[in-house]
Nanobody, 116 residues
Framework: QVQLVESGGGLVQPGGSLRLSCAVSGSIFDIVNMGWYRQAPGKQRELVAAISSGGNTNVADSVKGRFTISRDNAKNTAYLQMNSLKLEDTAVYYC??????????WGQGTQVTVSS
C-alpha cells in the first residue's frame, strides 16, 4: 500500500509564499514522476507542475516564474515552492506519484488560501 501525505498548505496574503511537501511511503519500487495539481471551487483539476526522476520539470504557464517544483529522491518527497501568490492560486493542491508497477497514486489534498 502506498500513501502520499501533503503538508504546508494554509492561509497567506497576496504576494506571500508557501512551501508544500509531499512524502510518499509504503511499498515503493520506483517513483517515476511526481506532480502537483490543484482544483479551485467550480473548476476542473489542473496540472501545476511535474518532475521526473531525473529532475526534468514541466510547469504550467499560469505559475511559471512563481512556483518551483523539486524532489528529494532519497526521501521520496516532492516540494512545491510557491512565491508571489495571487488570489487565483487559491485551491486544494493535490500531489501525485507515478510508481512503477503500482501506477498513479494521489494524496488527500491540502488547502491553499490566498486572501487579504
Amino acid at each position: 500500500q502506498v500513501q502520499l501525505v501533503e503538508s504546508g498548505g494554509g492561509l497567506v496574503q497576496p504576494g506571500g509564499s508557501l512551501r508544500l511537501s509531499c512524502a510518499v511511503s509504503g511499498s515503493i519500487f520506483d517513483i517515476v514522476n511526481m506532480g502537483w495539481y490543484r482544483q479551485a471551487p467550480g473548476k476542473q483539476r489542473e496540472l501545476v507542475a511535474a518532475i521526473s526522476s531525473g529532475g526534468n520539470t514541466n510547469v504550467a504557464d499560469s505559475v511559471k516564474g512563481r512556483f518551483t517544483i523539486s524532489r528529494d529522491n532519497a526521501k521520496n518527497t516532492a516540494y512545491l515552492q510557491m512565491n508571489s501568490l495571487k488570489l487565483e492560486d487559491t485551491a486544494v493542491y493535490y500531489c501525485n506519484a507515478d510508481i512503477r508497477i503500482i501506477g498513479r497514486s494521489w494524496g488527500q489534498g491540502t488547502q491553499v488560501t490566498v486572501s487579504s
